[in-house]
């Protein structure tokens, strides 16, 4: 999930729980009878004979809740979408045709020489297009693991054949280096 639709979900829920806890509380006042008698409906009589006497009242009803179903489907769908890309071309002429990959097969890559380094237990890599493609890497250490010398051949060695691998010196790489418990983790940007 993007960054944009975290900060979308957040404010969302925020406003959704300032409207629900606001409903909250004007419901608890009205059953205490903090607005007089208790035994009155929440909404007065007024109000329903207006609701009732204009028709074109449930009209406006119905399009506001039209409206509301249309923003939850649209958050869902937003849910939904990652920064993830699913092919690579690495075409660079279209005369001779199209070369297309898999960026699994570049992450899996990745992933498996990260994984056969000396000290390293685990490894997760993804392709983002945040504004332009960018590789993730997260990279698991054991308790013995010497992180200058891992994050030295992930530098010189891993990028540098990824790089290669997609012809782009310049692909961005997020390296985040997670040791074990006994140590504190360490983040870089190359």
Known sequence: MSSRVNAVNRTVAALLGLVLLAAGGLGLAVSFGAFGNSRQPVIPQPMRDYAKDQSWFWWAVAAVCLLLALLGLRWLLAQLQTDRVSRLDLTTDDRDGRTTVHTSALTDA??????????????SAHLLDRRGQRLTLA???????????????????????????????DLPVDIELRPGRTRSAGRGVL
């Open 139 to 169: 990279v698991d250490l054991t308790d013995y693991a010497d992180i200058a010398e891992i994050r030295h051949l992930l530098e010189d060695r891993v990028v540098g054949h990824a790089r290669q691998a997609i012809d782009d010196p």
């Open 110 to 123: 990745v992933e498996a020489e990260v994984e056969s380094l000396r000290g390293v237990s685990g490894a």
